[in-house]
């Protein structure tokens, strides 16, 4: 059988594994459109977890000489790559394609400079080939998060750590740079609701008591918890681990550090202040309403803030010639069957992911959702159409004839080698190629 995957990420490269794992000879092909492979592992894990990042080593394995599987990357579906071409070169389509958007706030103020989505920060300090560009001026005083969700407590992290800290990461040259000169003393992360509803884990929240440079400030006032917020404690240790953390902190006394680490509560965004450009955050104070939800009281606070950075959720595009639920803003499906508009199974195309569950869990939580996915191609497996054509070399040609200049899994390694070579230089694992044609250049086929 042959197979597409579209998108390599850990989603995408989970149910790799998982057709691997099966006894269907399967040969399998991973469009990506970057030129490198995994996706949020490589572009949202932040630099300075490592360890979550070592999954890769787990990955790879797929690629490995003796499987039949190819990587095509900087190949992008709906414009270098249809629906039809897909179809026509392989049984079967697997969607991995995740969120490639942001959730937004809605308030005025929100299309000033320096008011962003945290995926655009994390972008940047990850080394995304679309920020490659882009810079972040961190001669700022504070900055606004909002969002209680891991992702804010990633961003808010990457702010409050210093220079040592940062420097043994991977990140690209010119974020090494600004972080090293970053002015940035106070970092106000606002949740809507209570501590006992915050999304983050505690493992991430943790590591913010644990920061060698920056105080973490609760505001005891700030911790009640409502009814359902009992509720939620009693039946989640994750959630009570949260909660008395929180309380932890906020009994205790500043030590001093150079910045400080605010963790709000009951405070939603109204409004972005500023002229041209960012100049602070107004946060209205929420009262416990029923159920979880919250009120607001219409009393009003603002903070200085030269970036305001939303980390308040991703959501997906919908993707070409694929059937896209907008309100739940995933691909609609059953047991990861793409489903059409009458709710039938689209023979041959799958969904896996972010792109089928939405924007949750971690990366482990892929392994057993693209188990479900695959155990539903190989159910229906016998029942395929087989595609006119099955060669490898005849996509590559149609690609090449389109101009699409596409990398492969041995360029990927030349890629790999490289940025590991320029790490060994600054005493780095690596260091991230964020420019697109240089990653294009140094992955090329044709380098020696
Ligand atoms: P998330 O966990 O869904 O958190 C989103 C946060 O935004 C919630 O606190 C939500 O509050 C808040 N929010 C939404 N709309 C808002 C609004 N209009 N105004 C104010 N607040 C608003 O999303 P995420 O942080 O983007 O993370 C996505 C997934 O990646 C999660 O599964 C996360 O665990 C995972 N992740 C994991 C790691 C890690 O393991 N280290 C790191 C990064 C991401 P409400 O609850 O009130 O809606």
Partial sequence: MRVAIV?????????????????????????????????????????????????????????????????????AFGRDLTHRDLRDHYHTVVYATGTQADRTLD??????????????????????????????????????VVGAGNVALDVARMLAKGYPEIATTDVPDRVLRALRTSEVTDIHVFARRGAAHAKYTPIELREMGKLVNADVLVRPD???????GEARMAASRQVRQNVEMLRDWSSRTPEGRPRRVHLRFLRSPVRILGAQAVAGLVVERNEPGDDGRVVGTGER????????????????????????????????????????????????????????RGPTGVIGTNK??????????????????????QAREHLRLALARRGVRFT?????????AYERELGRAQARERVRVADRQLMLDVSDDATP
């Fill in 301 to 356: 606070e603002s903070v200085e803030a030269g970036l305001v950075l939303r980390a308040v959720g991703y959501r997906a595009h919908p993707l070409p010639d694929v059937q896209f639920d907008p309100v739940t803003s995933t691909v609609p499906h059953a047991r990861g069957r793409v489903l059409d508009e009458t709710g039938r199974p689209v023979p041959g195309d799958y969904v896996v992911g972010w792109a089928k």
């Fill in 408 to 416: 492969t899994w041995p360029g990927w390694l030349r890629l790999d």
């Fill in 7 to 75: 998108g390599s990420g850990p989603s995408g490269l989970y149910a790799v594994r998982s057709l691997l794992e099966s006894s269907t000879t399967v040969s399998i092909d991973v469009f990506d459109r970057l030129p490198a492979p995994y996706g949020l592992v490589r572009y949202g894990v932040a630099p300075d977890h490592p360890k979550m990042r070592t999954v890769i080593r787990v990955l790879r394995e797929s690629f490995h000489d003796s499987n039949d599987v190819g990587f095509f990357g900087n190949v």
């Fill in 368 to 389: 057993s959702d693209a188990a479900e996915t695959v155990a539903s191609i190989l159910e229906d497996a016998p029942r395929l159409v087989p595609p006119p054509y």
């Fill in 107 to 144: 308030i005025p103020g929100e299309d000033l400079a320096g008011s962003c989505s945290a995926r655009e920060f994390v972008d940047w300090y990850c080394g995304h080939p679309d920020t490659a560009d882009r810079d972040f001026d961190l001669h700022i005083g504070q900055v606004a």
């Fill in 222 to 228: 700030e911790l009640v918890v409502d009814a359902d």
